[in-house]
């Protein structure tokens, strides 16, 4: 299989994988299962591994560590700092605030190689642009990192074209993350066209809608009870069952074309650029080895058209988040 480029260091398998899921936010699995499926994610050929200090908080880092350090030479590692995190409560509520101070970024990458038990991070990102910190300042810092040897690339998560521009003028950008599905194509703006430009990788977190783009869901009662995501619009009962019949639009083509609801929307993804790569979330072995496999799924003009229109955003009930994390998005 072909690979995609992040930057010029990096070099990865077309789907990544997004390891959250695993321990923060929809309920977490047990250990043993996550590792075996970390482990399979590796033998299909999956090379980039996204997770961060948040998730968990801690615990997801903790988690890859273990689980791929059998196989550090075989993967790329991403994480990200950039979240004030608390001793109170438990999973998101632990984050309550931003902070990319030089002294936190260089603070945080020294915590999450001893979580991680790595000599180096291979893509270290700022998970939410900093109003507070000049840009230049947090990406001086990040350098400095890449200088010591501790970070190889450098990412931004959820940034606009503009302060994409700025960052990439201190040091060079790896990837820029940001959510990217058939339901939330706001990078489509400039974000993309920008990473085009100059030569950034993107890397689309959530690209089967949180789950809704798979045709799983339709009612908030098949989410578990301390799933995250019953705080979102788009998953409030109304919007859920909306939402749902709209999606039965997009089974049918896959139905015509022979493959599953996920693997569609995650190939209409790939085929918006050879610089894309989307980290889907997979904690089941089966939903992984189908995620995978869309690399493989070959769209025509004519099918990406129909799929787009069928699953135009404006058809979507619902925010993507609530308006307090919205305002966590750099414009």
């Known amino acids: ?8 260091e990096l070099s990865v398998y077309p789907v990544g994988l997004g390891c959250m899921g695993m321990s923060f936010a929809y309920g977490g699995q047990e250990e043993s299962a996550a590792i075996a499926t970390l482990r399979r994610a590796v033998d299909l050929g999956v090379t980039l591994f996204d997770t961060a200090e948040v998730y968990g908080p801690y615990d997801n880092e903790i988690l890859l560590g273990k689980a791929l350090k059998p196989v550090r030479d ?7 700092f950039g979240f004030k995190i608390s001793g109170d409560g438990e ?3 632990r984050m309550t605030g931003i902070d990319s101070r030089p002294e936190h970024v260089k603070a945080v990458a020294e915590a999450s190689l001893k979580r991680l038990g790595i000599d180096v991070i291979d893509l270290y990102y700022q998970h939410r ?3 507070a910190v000049p840009i230049e300042e947090t990406v001086g810092a990040m350098a400095e990192l890449v200088r010591e040897g501790k970070v190889r690339a450098l990412g931004l998560s959820e940034a606009g074209a503009a ?5 990439h003028a201190v040091h060079p950008i790896a990837a820029v993350q940001s959510e990217y599905s058939l339901w939330s194509r706001e990078p489509e703006a400039q974000v993309l066209s920008t990473c085009r430009e100059l030569g950034i990788g993107f890397v689309p977190y959530s690209p089967l809608g949180r789950g809704l783009l798979t045709g799983a869901l339709s009612k908030p009662d098949e989410l578990g009870a301390d799933d995250w995501r019953h705080t979102l619009p788009r998953f409030q009962a109304e919007a859920m069952a909306a939402n749902a019949a709209i999606v039965d639009e997009l089974t049918a083509i896959a139905a015509q074309k022979g493959v599953t609801t996920a693997q569609l929307a995650l190939a209409w993804v790939l085929h918006q650029g050879d610089f894309i790569v989307p980290i889907p979330g997979a904690r089941k072995i089966a939903h992984l080895e189908q995620n995978t496999a869309a690399a493989a ?10 799929i787009a229109e069928a699953m135009a955003p404006e058809r979507v009930v619902g925010n993507r988040y609530t308006e307090a994390a919205l305002a966590l998005v750099d414009g």
Do not use: N, Y
């Open 1 to 8: 299989m072909k690979t995609r480029k992040l930057g010029t």
């Open 163 to 167: 302060t994409i521009r700025r960052a």
């Open 74 to 80: 075989k993967v790329v590692i991403a994480t990200k």
């Open 91 to 93: 999973g998101p509520a």
């Open 129 to 131: 642009v900093d109003p």
């Open 297 to 306: 799924i070959s769209l025509s003009a004519a099918e990406l058209a129909a």
